[in-house]
């Protein structure tokens, strides 16, 4: 379970009233995991709660208890399992979480239905909504009908490799010359290129409508350095794995559909807009299927393995790895308990992540950032010589747009390079450095 609240804590007595919070949220997750976490959604936070903390929340579950209650129906259940000396501390850090409180029998309503938070807010560093839940709904509930998973299954495939084809002919000619279209045309093309980013995610919400699940507003917001919509479809984890994978391929589904639209259209009418524009959906659906970033891709691999956070696999992985390599005996990964025919599916993928992580930092250092460096001078004089004779012109735009066409990739890489190293090298630092030392004395992990 995570908690990232720092409210004061108060030592609970055994005869204390515990309750769960007005609004909290309960479901079961499907994982692949034989002791799947308990969901719980708490003030448009949503946590995996599992050990005696689920035991504590699903006893609190219809209605409130004493913390010795408690303990002594955790001890009915499996005494064994449960070591019900953790209960007090446990139910400690549940109220730090706003997930249960303290209180008496009247406060103890029933749970209401309430804040949904989006499956990916966590990595937006900031979002505001645009379209609310209740004006996408009548939208939402027409376009359900074209995601049903028979044709989702096999219009994918035949999308995609028209989309490989023509990338592979065109696409990096075409991206080049975004630059060299006309005022009038640049702008239309811009347009259509935020309606495809629109349409993606409104993919996403009418997916969640086909799957029977409710969907939160689209918005817009900064994810790593990338400016990007989203929709909240966090609902999605009350679905099982394969309806899951239904909304998280739905995004993908709108653009790739929207790419063959565009084709169509230059093919019939030779549009050099609708030529780079089905270059440029093309590469939204590539890279929305990236399974290394917290992208469609990443919740497709992730819900398809059963393993609701890879991120956090792939770094006790790498962790275990390292200790191991400097004869440390360290944290063994979550993972090691999964099914053996998911764990070889999974080390495959993390085989890919380590190669995607080299070469992509190969590729950025020695690649990329030298040819940035060196053009950024040139780029710089062009913004301001445009800003000088024209202003706020769109001469001056496209000239802002190419600095940020550099600069906003080189900025995510670092960031998501730096990210994982720093938390990879710290956490390993810190077991060595408890090996060393023997265990931090007041600090609590489990339960
Ligand atoms: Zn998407």
């Given at each position: 379970m995570s908690t990232n609240t720092a409210s004061v804590m108060v030592p609970p007595t055994v005869e204390q009233l515990v309750i769960l919070r007005e609004g909290v949220e309960l479901g079961e997750f499907e994982t692949?995991?034989?002791?799947?976490?308990?969901?719980?959604?708490?003030?448009?936070?949503?946590?995996?709660?599992?050990?005696?903390?689920?035991?504590?929340?699903?006893?609190?579950?219809?209605?409130?208890?004493?913390?010795?209650?408690?303990?002594?129906?955790?001890?009915?259940?499996?005494?064994?399992?449960v070591p019900v000396d953790q209960?007090?501390?446990?139910?400690?850090?549940?109220?730090?979480?706003?997930?249960?409180?303290?209180?008496?029998?009247?406060?103890?309503?029933?749970?209401?239905?309430?804040?949904?938070?989006?499956?990916?807010?966590?990595?937006?560093?900031?979002?505001?909504?645009?379209?609310?839940?209740?004006?996408?709904?009548?939208?939402?509930?027409?376009?359900?009908?074209?995601?049903?998973?028979?044709?989702?299954?096999?219009?994918?495939?035949?999308?995609?490799?028209?989309?490989?084809?023509?990338?592979?002919?065109?696409g990096p000619r075409l991206i080049g010359s975004i630059a060299s279209l006309n005022q009038s045309r640049f702008l239309l093309f811009l347009l259509c290129n935020y309606a495809g980013l629109f349409l993606h995610e409104?993919?996403?919400?009418?997916?969640?409508?086909?799957?029977?699940?409710?969907?939160?507003?689209?918005?817009?917001?900064?994810?790593?350095?990338?400016?990007?919509?989203?929709?909240?479809?966090?609902?999605?984890?009350?679905?099982?794995?394969?309806?899951?994978?239904?909304?998280?391929?739905?995004?993908?589904?709108?653009?790739?559909?929207l790419a063959w639209i565009a084709l169509m259209v230059y093919l019939t009418t030779g549009s050099a807009v609708a030529e780079i524009l089905t270059a440029v959906y093309g590469l939204t659906a590539f890279f929305s299927l990236n399974p290394f970033l917290r992208m469609d891709g990443y919740w497709l691999v992730s819900d398809a393995l059963g393993i609701p956070n890879l991120m956090t696999a792939n770094r006790e992985v790498t962790e275990w790895g390292l200790s191991k390599l400097f004869r440390h005996n360290g944290r063994e990964p979550q993972i090691w308990c999964l099914p053996e025919r998911v764990r070889r599916m999974y080390f495959i993928y993390y085989s890919l992540f380590l190669v995607f992580l080299c070469y992509g930092t190969c590729v950025f250092y020695i690649w990329y950032l030298p040819r940035l460096l060196h053009s950024y001078p040139q780029l710089l004089l062009?913004?301001?010589?445009?800003?000088?004779?024209?202003?706020?012109?769109?001469?001056?735009?496209?000239?802002?747009?190419?600095?940020?066409?550099?600069?906003?990739?080189?900025?995510?890489?670092?960031?998501?390079?730096?990210?994982?190293?720093?938390?990879t090298m710290e956490s390993t630092g810190r077991a060595m450095w408890k090996a060393v030392r023997g265990p931090i004395a007041g600090l609590s992990v489990g339960g």
């Open positions: 692949s995991f034989a002791d799947s976490p308990l969901w719980v959604s708490a003030r448009g936070k949503h946590f995996q709660v599992r050990g005696v903390a689920r035991e504590v929340v699903l006893c609190l579950r219809d209605g409130c208890r004493t913390v010795s209650e408690i303990r002594d129906a955790i001890a009915k259940t499996d005494p064994d399992r209960v007090t501390e446990t139910v400690n850090r549940l109220v730090n979480s706003s997930i249960v409180q303290y209180g008496s029998e009247s406060s103890s309503s029933p749970p209401k239905g309430s804040g949904w938070k989006l499956r990916s807010a966590g990595y937006f560093a900031t979002y505001v909504p645009i379209l609310s839940q209740e004006r996408l709904r009548p939208i939402t509930t027409k376009l359900a009908v074209l995601f049903d998973p028979y044709w989702m299954v096999r219009l994918l495939p035949v999308l995609l490799i028209v989309q490989i084809v023509f990338w592979l002919n065109s409104l993919g996403h919400a009418a997916a969640c409508t086909r799957c029977g699940v409710k969907h939160g507003p689209i918005g817009f917001g900064i994810y790593l350095v990338f400016p990007a919509f989203y929709a909240d479809v966090s609902d999605a984890w009350r679905l099982p794995n394969r309806k899951r994978m239904i909304i998280d391929a739905g995004g993908v589904y709108v653009t790739l559909i062009t913004f301001n010589s445009a800003y000088q004779t024209s202003g706020l012109s769109l001469a001056t735009i496209t000239a802002g747009f190419r600095i940020a066409l550099g600069t906003v990739p080189a900025v995510g890489m670092l960031i998501y390079t730096g990210r994982f190293l720093y938390r």
